[in-house]
């Protein structure tokens, strides 16, 4: 469990690195995308289903930091299986750890069920960031006249609720739910009964609620993703790596070759032909193939 002192160091970190990025209490949107940029980590998605091919997510997400010659390089993996909602509460789990500057490497198996002490406090930041007790606070006493107790609203009340901070603030049902019970809006038997309703099913009284609140944006947050690679402007950081003497022309060579690109779609051959580069180290244990 999260102590008293926890949740208020955990409250105060995710005010200042809004007022840090400028972000008010409003929701971020997109703005994740853009705050992990300024922070110059490097962001890849991939699609990792589990070993038999299901949509079964083997983690969410990983945080790495490594230092390369004095200069620190930090990265974010996100599992794009997961649905997209999941995806953005995922890396706002990461940049916790990222602020956080504990540990070089950090695996987050599951952001639903976790024991580990770090891994809540994650969690919470996470949820604290993407939608603030103080903007929450507001909006219930917004939508009911002033008061902060909603638990004795109708099911379909609720639902409709939930459904707008869902597409406003773009946090998980769940986590939302969870949200609703910490700042004490809901009881346990209303987080417990909403808890029980299946909000991916689209034959489902939530989804059908989501859809006529906000189609495009209920639909893209409730979708698999599955993107692979890298923003352009983090791939042309790996060839400043190069270019800074970070890593080597074959280290840059392999990594490109992960997110399906090569030396030549960025004209780099071209170049290193003409400044006299020997590239034979990028064809070593090729000698006699084909």
């Given at each position: 469990m999260?102590?008293?002192?926890?949740?208020?160091?955990?409250?105060?970190l995710?005010?200042?690195?809004r007022?840090?990025?400028?972000?008010?209490?409003g929701p971020?949107?997109?703005?994740?995308?853009?705050?992990?940029?300024?922070?110059?980590?490097?962001?890849?998605?991939?699609?990792?289903p589990d070993?038999?091919?299901?949509d079964?997510?083997?983690?969410?997400?990983?945080?790495?930091s490594s230092?390369?010659?004095?200069h620190?390089?930090?990265?974010?993996?996100?599992?794009?299986t997961d649905?997209?909602?999941?995806?953005?509460?995922?890396?706002?789990?990461?940049?916790?750890?990222?602020?956080?500057?504990?540990?070089?490497?950090?695996?987050?198996?599951?952001?639903?069920?976790?024991?580990e002490?770090?891994?809540?406090?994650?969690?919470r930041?996470?949820?604290?960031?993407?939608?603030?007790?103080?903007?929450l606070?507001?909006?219930?006493?917004?939508?009911?006249?002033g008061?902060?107790?909603?638990?004795?609203?109708?099911?379909?009340?609720?639902l409709?609720f939930?459904?707008?901070?869902?597409?406003?603030?773009?946090?998980?049902?769940?986590?939302?739910?969870?949200?609703?019970?910490?700042?004490?809006a809901?009881?346990?038997d209303?987080?417990?009964?909403?808890?029980?309703i299946?909000?991916?099913?689209?034959?489902g009284?939530?989804?059908?609620t989501?859809?006529?609140?906000?189609?495009?944006?209920f639909?893209?947050?409730?979708s698999r993703?599955r993107t692979f690679?890298?923003?352009?402007?983090?791939?042309?950081?790996?060839?400043?790596n190069?270019?800074?003497?970070?890593i080597?022309?074959?280290?840059l060579?392999?990594?490109?070759?992960?997110?399906?690109?090569?030396?030549?779609?960025?004209?780099?051959?071209d170049?290193?032909?003409?400044d006299?580069?020997?590239?034979?180290?990028l064809?070593?244990?090729?000698?006699?193939?084909?």
């Amino acid at each position: 469990m999260l102590t008293e002192q926890d949740l208020y160091r955990i409250e105060e970190l995710a005010k200042d690195k809004r007022r840090v990025f400028e972000l008010g209490m409003g929701p971020l949107g997109d703005n994740l995308y853009k705050i992990v940029r300024s922070l110059g980590i490097q962001l890849i998605q991939v699609p990792f289903p589990d070993e038999k091919g299901n949509d079964v997510d083997p983690f969410s997400a990983l945080y790495l930091s490594s230092k390369e010659k004095g200069h620190s390089i930090c990265y974010i993996g996100i599992n794009t299986t997961d649905y997209w909602d999941r995806q953005l509460f995922a890396l706002a789990h990461e940049l916790y750890h990222h602020f956080e500057s504990l540990d070089s490497f950090v695996l987050c198996r599951g952001l639903d069920h976790t024991s580990e002490l770090r891994e809540r406090r994650a969690n919470r930041f996470a949820a604290e960031f993407l939608l603030p007790t103080e903007r929450l606070i507001h909006e219930v006493k917004n939508k009911n006249n002033g008061g902060l107790k909603i638990e004795t609203w109708s099911l379909t009340a609720l639902l409709r609720f939930v459904a707008e901070l869902h597409c406003d603030y773009r946090l998980p049902y769940k986590a939302i739910v969870r949200r609703l019970n910490e700042i004490q809006a809901i009881d346990l038997d209303t987080l417990e009964r909403l808890f029980k309703i299946d909000a991916r099913d689209p034959d489902g009284v939530y989804w059908v609620t989501g859809v006529n609140i906000s189609r495009d944006v209920f639909l893209q947050l409730n979708s698999r993703t599955r993107t692979f690679g890298v923003e352009g402007e983090n791939l042309g950081k790996l060839i400043d790596n190069f270019e800074d003497g970070l890593i080597s022309l074959q280290e840059l060579s392999e990594d490109l070759q992960l997110f399906g690109k090569s030396l030549e779609d960025y004209k780099l051959m071209d170049e290193m032909m003409e400044d006299g580069e020997d590239l034979s180290l990028l064809y070593e244990g090729d000698e006699g193939e084909g």
